[in-house]
Nanobody, 126 residues
Framework: QVRLVESGGALVQVGDSLRLSCAASGRTGAYDYAVGWFRQTPGKEREFVAA??????YYVDSVKGRFTVSSDNGRNTVYLQMNSLKPDDTAVYYC????????????????????WGQGTQVTVST
């Protein structure tokens, strides 16, 4: 089992930056993991935001150039740096993990992931 805990969500203004953290514990040493970030607003499906799988990083078009996913393997933590935040970025953000995918497309799909955090709220106000 792998436990994921997100943190860093907050209420911010348009144009501000936030860094979300996803800390992993449990059987993190058994496999190398892909980590994805997803977000969800009420009444909508969970949306892919960013992912790291092997040495590759993926982003949804709406966040390219603004968001960056990085990892600190020594701390078993993955970060999502979010810059130039917009009101459309308002959502609950979730991180997810799964053993590395051989097919990179799986890293973009929520059902591919085995483990999920509880989510952290990001609100961007005008």
């Amino acid at each position: 089992q792998v436990r994921l805990v997100e943190s860093g969500g907050a209420l911010v203004q348009v144009g501000d930056s936030l860094r979300l953290s996803c800390a992993a514990s449990g059987r993190t040493g058994a496999y190398d993991y892909a980590v994805g970030w997803f977000r969800q607003t009420p009444g909508k499906e969970r949306e892919f935001v960013a992912a790291v799988n092997w040495n590759d990083r993926y982003y949804v078009d709406s966040v390219k150039g603004r968001f960056t996913v990085s990892s600190d393997n020594g701390r078993n933590t993955v970060y999502l740096q979010m810059n130039s935040l917009k009101p459309d970025d308002t959502a609950v953000y979730y991180c997810a993990a799964s053993p590395l995918f051989s097919n990179s497309r799986d890293a973009l799909r929520a059902p591919s992931y085995a483990y999920w955090g509880q989510g952290t709220q990001v609100t961007v106000s005008t």
